[in-house]
């Protein structure tokens, strides 16, 4: 169904516009159904290591879907640190609300699992670190999300120094990202073997 040209080269990717994007996630996504995933444990261990979030006392999250690194133990040891984890609750505009996770998690919309409604709502822009879902990244920490383009939103009410940690395959570490003017960049990668701060590149 899906028409593969694993070698095709990456003609296109300096264009700003939307569609090369389109194309980069399906090969993205293909590749994470084929393949195996970071190890979350190793994952875990590199980012609870970093000062950034040695020194949070509230960091959003995620819920890691099928196709992306599980972070049910990221999660886990944070709050047992007695650190505040937010999780994402996608609105109808497509932008995110956060709720404070308290250990229980119901169905969301599009495969995701979150807070129920009954969670604290939280501000986003209270969170010292962010850790974001993200296909792929390049090494100016320009990020590729699944393409609702609610982290971009979202991202846009809190402090431009916040740190934004996204979770990563070594491979999906790219030369390129195609990036647009609302994209907020990342400024940690973190992958099963190394930790990779952007703007220090
Ligand atoms: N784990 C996780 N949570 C998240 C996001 C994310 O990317 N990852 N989001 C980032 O903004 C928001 C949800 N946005 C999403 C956008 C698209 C798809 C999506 O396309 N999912 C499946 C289809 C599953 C279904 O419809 O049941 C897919 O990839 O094919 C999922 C979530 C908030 N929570
Ligand atoms: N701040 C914003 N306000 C309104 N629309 C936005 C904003 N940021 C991005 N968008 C729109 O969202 C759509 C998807 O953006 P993009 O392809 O960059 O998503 P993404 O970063 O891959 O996804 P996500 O942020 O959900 O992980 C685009 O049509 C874009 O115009």
Known sequence: MTASSPGASAAGAAEERPRPKIALRRRLLALRRAGVLPDPAVLTER???????????CVAA???MTDEPDTTE???RLRARGVRVLLPVVRADLDLDFREFGGTLVPGAMGTRE???SAT?????????IIVPALAADEAGNRLGRGGGSYDRAL??????????ALLHDREILGDVPAEAHDRRVTI???QS???RPASL
């Open 47 to 57: 980012v609870l290591a970093l000062p950034e979030v040695a020194r949070a006392t």
């Open 62 to 64: 995620y819920v890691g």
């Open 74 to 76: 990221l999660l886990a």
């Open 115 to 117: 807070p129920p409604p």
């Open 121 to 129: 709502h939280v501000e986003l822009g209270e969170a010292q670190v």
């Open 156 to 165: 846009t009410r809190t402090a431009p120094a916040t740190p934004v940690i």
């Open 189 to 191: 990668i973190v992958t």
């Open 194 to 196: 190394r930790t990779v």
